[in-house]
DNA sequence: GACGTTACGGTTGAG
DNA sequence: GCCTCAACCGTAACG
C-alpha cells in the first residue's frame, strides 16, 4: 500500500499463478457461496471477498483470551496476514467488519451537505423528481455546475435514504444472511 | 517459529 | 443498462 510505483521491488516473487499449480488457485471447492478456494492451511475462502463475519469475530475473540496470532491462524485456518490485518484493524477501528468495497472515489458532490439538502428536498416535495432536485441544488447555491451530482446520483441516494428498508440498522446478521442468499440464488441460476 | 509487510489476482460498486 | 476504475479483499511469500 505504501510502496512506491517506481520504487525498486523489495522481493521478487513468482506470481500467483506459478505458486498455485493450477488455475492461479491450489484447490477450488464448491461452497453453498459459490467459488470456495482452498488456502494451504486447509482453510475455504473466497478470493476477492471478505472472511465470513464469525470467522473474524472468532478471531477477535480468540485474540482476546490471549491466543497467538500465529495460533489463530493455524486453528481457523486463515492466512496469518490476515489475522494480523483483522487485529490491526480491530485495535485501531474497534470494528471487525470489512471496509467498504468497489464504489468510485466519491467526486466530493455528494457530500454529507448534499444529502441533507436532497433528503429535505424530498421530504417537503415526496414527488419531486432528481432533474428537479438536481435544479434546486443549482438555484439555491448548494452545487455548482462542477460540482452537482448527476440525476442517477440522486436517485440512488434517494434510494438509499428512502427506499422503504431500514437501511440504518445494517445489521451484520443480515448483511450475512443477504449476501449467502443472493449468492445461493446466484449459484443455482449457474447450476 | 512468530509476525509485519507487500505483491498479487480477484470482487465490488459509485460514477 | 453497460463500462470504467479505484478501493477493498485474502493469500502467499519475503524479511
Known amino acids: 500500500m505504501t510502496a512506491l ?3 525498486v521491488p523489495r522481493m521478487m516473487r513468482p506470481t500467483l499463478a506459478q ?23 486447509g482453510g475455504v475462502f473466497i478470493n476477492g471477498r471478505p472472511l465470513p463475519n464469525h470467522i473474524r469475530h472468532k478471531i477477535v475473540e ?8 500465529c495460533v489463530i491462524s493455524r486453528q481457523l485456518r486463515v492466512s496469518h496476514g490476515c489475522v494480523s490485518k483483522i487485529l490491526c484493524r480491530y485495535q485501531e477501528t474497534g470494528s471487525i467488519r470489512p471496509g467498504a468495497i468497489g464504489g468510485s ?3 466530493q458532490v455528494t457530500t454529507p451537505d448534499v444529502e441533507k439538502k436532497i433528503e429535505e428536498y424530498k421530504r417537503d416535495n415526496p414527488g419531486m423528481f432528481s432533474w428537479e432536485i438536481r435544479d434546486k441544488l443549482l438555484k439555491d447555491g448548494i452545487c455548482d455546475r462542477n460540482n452537482v451530482p448527476s440525476v442517477s446520483s440522486i436517485s ?13 440498522d445494517d445489521d451484520e446478521d443480515e448483511i450475512e444472511k ?6 445461493r440464488t446466484e449459484g443455482q441460476t449457474q447450476h
Open 105 to 107: 472515489k466519491p467526486k
Open 178 to 183: 443477504k449476501r449467502a442468499g443472493g449468492e
Open 5 to 7: 510505483a517506481g520504487a
Open 156 to 168: 440512488r441516494i434517494m434510494r438509499s435514504k428512502f427506499g422503504g428498508k431500514g437501511e440504518d
Open 62 to 69: 480468540m485474540a482476546h483470551h490471549g491466543i497467538r496470532p
Open 19 to 41: 505458486s498455485y499449480p493450477r488455475s492461479g488457485f491450489p484447490l477450488e471447492v464448491s461452497t453453498p457461496l459459490g467459488q470456495g478456494r482452498v488456502n494451504q492451511l
